[in-house]
């Protein structure tokens, strides 16, 4: 199927990438290598110094540069002759439209992030250009064919949470506890203890806007004369309090959101507990040192179960005492330590500072089991993985190119060999026929239509599970709502007057058995959606206070028992892998959720395994599927 | 930490930061102190030198004495197909000059000559030799060289014919750790020599392994026998190489159809690299050194084998022993 001849047909097309990190640089290489001749590469970002350890196509020289317009120079200097047409600029943009796409035979995308990915799946449906979409995570990755009709698209299968954070909601935003996880351990832990010379972006945030970035060097230092108590309470107040108070003064950022709470030792330790008295076998100078294991605060406070969830108080004093610990006992440690979960005294110090931070927050707080796992699969890019996986990518869009449909496959690259496979083929669902995205099926929306006003409905459901980036909303034929710059003062002020009002009291009253309309006109995306009215909603499982239904939610997991983070090979087959994670903070939380899918000869070569761990396959009818050496 | 040697320095510490996060401070500090050589600079292996030299290997010797040709710039995107840039360098030299500006902590170099030529004591300098494109002979001869050094050398070869690729892992006998629910093992593998494991009668093979691994096998054998250069065939050769199939089968006693035959038509035909198979075993290889250095993960043991055709990447355990 790759024959020069075929090498050859690639010539006539023009082709679409989206992206030029990680993914992107590997990938605009091996097309030009494989004899693509027409490419256009989108991309946004400037080169940043921590690029260049992957993104090869970029030198120091280049740092502060469009990634599309540099990755174009690049490939032109060993494929002179060949046309690249780079675009510094957000996919979103509306020059991207339709149209735009209609001109390209295959899209492929090597994206960081989910938003960008639903909204170029939309517009690959709607120019009926097939998309090869891509991610990876350390050593895993996946190659996935999106062919309208023919297999399915981006969204068939519900997305969860995204899993990598724009660095703003890890340092001023946090909703959720991986959030403060994410902080705690890239941002926190690495200050205090990690290369000082790193970047980290805690130096410029954590001055707030009116700290000059010298003066937030100064705060992390210890002073001269500084006792460590004294310096542990002092960085605790600085991050946990007075960052906080600078926060809340950006009133902006708070008006759609809780505001956070400071917190200070003193708040929480009464006096004469703020010296962490240790007791019992503490001390941790009968234990061997380099030992990880053997300075513990948990022991020195006589914490005994990791299960637990502990108060912010508790919270606190671990966070003193192992700040303390680091300082006194693992002193040679410090200005390079990196977290690993195996270090106890780094998994405590991370917890208690995320469960401060949540605490801060209004977010639940979480045992030190539960910490770790989180903590622990917060994974990076590697640059091997990418290179494989812009193999994969291209091989699939020679296949797409000449409409090889029975041999599409979606691609699993595992760390660990899985039926002795490293590279795993299998073949493409079929498109779902619920989906609210590539089928016209409608959804269901449970909502207090007494209660609700339309700008909740625009901002929890069109924006935030629709991913509508410019929304026009209609009931029957009255237009209710609509986004764009190119709006008339009236209808802005009638629009926005709209959003104030509550569901039924529109002038024909949106109730149980209404159907909404929702589009958008740059995606070419429309959908609709059946109202039901619902009086009350749990606020814990249901905080929106509305539910969106409709298309096939994945099983429920049957089997919670990922571990903590060993076969993440395998229980990652189930849930596409959302970033070639580049400069976000990538968090990979295990999911056991089973994707039903066609398999070509997996099964039969089962009995015939010899793994020596969990396996867990991609596969409806081997769900979690256990395998074990005898 | 425990580790002889000096720490890393904060240049490498920034430039490094996302991959020590992903395999550890300590794997990194190996790794720059690692010495890499490679013998053949085609496709594959420009992609694999990408890779380490991303990684931040301590140095990497190159070895392809080969003029820059029409022939030498496919599938390699070190070299700039610019003879003002080329001329009179030899294809080790110009992919030398690309690989420096990827990495400036890393120091690459170049050997001429023929690398069957070089003896142990040469070989002895370094941690990871890579071949590629060579005659059955040279595999064995440089194997058993690694061999036989005290030190343990990780020895590997690497080949992408057409939409296929191969690589042979030789670590000896290899001891890692690897890390299970909280608890740390030790893993001990031993490998055979090219040699031992391609003697390995297929029919103890086990019935799923790849038709691939046979079918390059009869294609090596080919080469050998007729005197050619790897890669040196057309479809005219059809009819030798189903011929050598049949004795081939006949003296591992098993059915002709076992080596299928539009596989090897497909290897005598589509011998130049295909470029998406190079990024796929220069990234797989990349990985598999990595581990190796460091020590940490499970190696590949002892062949890694892959075809766009069906689009798996097996590994298969070749070994006379178990
Ligand atoms: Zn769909």
Redesign the pocket.
């Known amino acids: 199927m790759v024959s020069q001849k075929e090498v050859s047909a690639m010539k006539g097309t023009k082709v679409l990438m989206v992206g030029a990190g990680g993914i992107g640089c590997e990938l605009l290489k091996t097309l030009a290598l494989s004899g693509f001749e027409d490419i256009h590469i989108i991309d946004m970002d400037t080169i940043e110094v921590s690029n260049l350890n992957r993104q090869f196509l970029f030198r120091k020289s280049h740092v502060g540069q469009s990634k599309a317009k540099v990755a174009r120079d690049a490939v032109l200097r060993f494929k002179p002759n060949i046309s690249i047409t780079p675009y510094h600029a957000n996919v979103k943009d509306n020059t991207f439209d339709v149209d735009f796409y209609k001109q390209f035979n295959v899209v492929l995308n090597g994206l960081d992030n989910l938003d960008a990915r639903r909204h170029v799946n939309r517009l690959c449906l709607a120019a009926d250009v097939p998309l090869i979409e891509s991610g990876t995570t350390g050593f895993l990755g996946q190659v996935t064919v999106h062919v309208k009709g023919k297999t399915?698209?981006y969204?068939?299968q519900p997305k969860t949470a995204p899993k990598s954070y724009p660095v703003c909601t890890i340092t001023s935003t946090p909703s959720k506890f991986v959030h403060c996880i994410v902080w705690a351990k890239e941002l926190l832990f690495a200050k205090l203890y990690g290369d000082k010379n790193q970047d980290n972006d805690l130096n410029v945030r954590s001055g707030g806007a009116s700290g000059s970035s010298d003066h937030v060097e100064d705060v992390f230092e210890r002073k001269a004369d500084e006792d460590i108590e004294q310096y542990g309470r002092r960085i605790y107040d600085h991050v946990f309090g007075y960052n906080i108070e600078i926060a809340l003064e950006n009133k902006e950022t708070w008006k759609n959101r809780t505001r956070p709470r400071p917190i200070y030792v003193r708040d929480v330790l009464p006096d004469q507990l703020s010296q962490p008295q240790p007791n019992g076998h503490v001390d941790g100078s009968e234990c061997a040192v380099g030992d990880l294991s053997s300075v513990s605060a948990m022991s020195s406070l006589s914490l005994k179960n990791p299960q637990d969830i502990w108060s912010l108080m508790e919270n606190t004093k671990v966070f003193l005492e192992a700040f303390k610990l680091f300082f006194t006992k693992r002193q040679e440690d410090i200005g390079n330590l990196v977290f690993d979960k195996d270090d106890q005294l780094a998994v405590e110090f991370v917890t208690a500072a995320a469960n401060i931070r949540a605490s801060s927050f209004g977010i639940p707080l979480h045992s030190l089991f539960e910490a770790k796992g989180i903590a622990g699969n917060i994974i990076h890019a590697v640059a091997t993985t990418n290179a494989i996986i812009a193999g994969l990518i291209v091989i699939e869009a020679m296949k797409v190119l000449q409409n090889d449909e029975k041999n599409y496959r979606t691609t699993y690259c595992l760390e660990h060999p899985t039926q002795n496979m490293l590279l795993m083929p299998v073949e493409p669902s079929e498109?779902?026929k619920a989906?609210y995205?590539?089928s016209e099926s409608p959804l269901l929306l449970e909502i207090n239509t007494n209660r609700t006003k339309l700008g909740d409905f625009v901002e929890k459901i069109v924006k935030a599970k629709l991913g509508m980036n410019l929304p026009i909303i209609m009931h029957g034929s009255v237009l209710l709502y609509e986004a764009g710059d190119d709006l008339d003062d009236d209808m802005v002020a009638i629009y926005t007057a709209n959003l104030e009002k509550v569901l039924s009291q529109f002038p024909t009253p949106i109730t149980s058995g209404s159907m909404l309309t929702v589009e958008d006109m740059q995606q070419e995306f429309t959908c609709k959606i059946n109202i039901k009215h619902r009086e009350e909603f749990d606020e814990e499982k249901e905080p929106d206070g509305m539910v969106l239904s409709g298309w096939t939610q994945a099983p429920p997991p049957k089997e919670s028992n990922p571990s903590n983070g060993e076969n993440k090979a395998n229980t990652s087959l189930s849930e596409p892998l959302n970033a070639d994670s580049d400069d976000e903070v990538e968090v990979y939380v295990p999911e056991p959720v089973a994707k039903k899918r066609k398999h070509s000869d997996i099964t039969k070569e089962t009995e015939e395994e010899e793994e020596d761990e969990l396996v867990v396959l991609p596969d409806a009818n081997l769900d979690f599927k256990k395998k074990k050496l005898v | 930490m425990g580790m002889e040697g000096e720490e890393l320095t904060e240049q490498e510490t920034a430039l490094y930061d996302r991959q020590i996060r992903v395999w550890g401070a300590d794997a990194q500090r190996r790794l720059s102190k690692s010495h890499v050589f490679v013998g053949g600079m085609k496709g594959a292996v420009a992609e694999f030198c990408k890779n380490i030299v991303l990684a931040g290997v301590g140095s990497l010797t190159l070895a392809d004495d080969r003029p820059v040709n029409e022939e030498a710039l496919w599938a390699n995107f070190l070299i700039t197909p610019d003879e003002s840039v080329y001329a009179g360098k030899s294809v080790a030299e110009v992919c030398c000059d690309s690989l420096k500006e990827f990495n400036p902590m890393v120091h690459v170099t170049i050997e001429k000559g023929n690398i069957s030529s070089f003896d142990e004591e040469y070989f002895n300098k370094f941690d990871i030799i890579v071949i590629s494109c060579c005659s059955l002979e040279t595999k064995n001869l440089i194997n058993e060289k690694c061999r036989g050094l005290l030190k343990r050398v990780g020895f590997y070869i690497v080949d992408c014919k057409g939409s296929c690729g191969e690589i042979f892992v030789d670590l000896k006998t290899y001891t890692y750790s690897k890390k299970t629910e909280g608890e740390t093992l030790e893993c001990q593998l031993r490998y055979p020599s090219y040699e031992e494991a391609v003697a390995v009668p297929w029919k103890r093979l086990p019935r799923r392994m790849s038709k691939l691994y046979f079918a390059l096998r009869v294609i090596e054998k080919f080469e050998q026998a007729e005197g050619r250069n790897p890669g040196e065939t057309s479809e005219v050769d059809l009819p030798g190489v189903l011929k050598l199939r049949k004795e081939l089968c006949g003296a591992h006693d098993v059915a002709e159809s076992f080596v299928p035959e539009s596989l090897l038509a497909r290897l005598v035909t589509d011998t130049r690299e295909f470029p998406p198979v190079c990024a796929i075993l220069g990234g797989i290889l990349g990985q598999e050194v990595i581990k190796a250095i460091s020590g940490k993960g499970d190696p590949v043991k002892n062949f890694f084998l892959f075809d766009v055709m069906d689009g798996k990447g097996k590994v298969e355990d070749v070994s006379p022993f178990k």
Request: charged content about 20%.
């Open positions: 399915e698209c969204e068939c498109p779902n989906c995205v590539c």
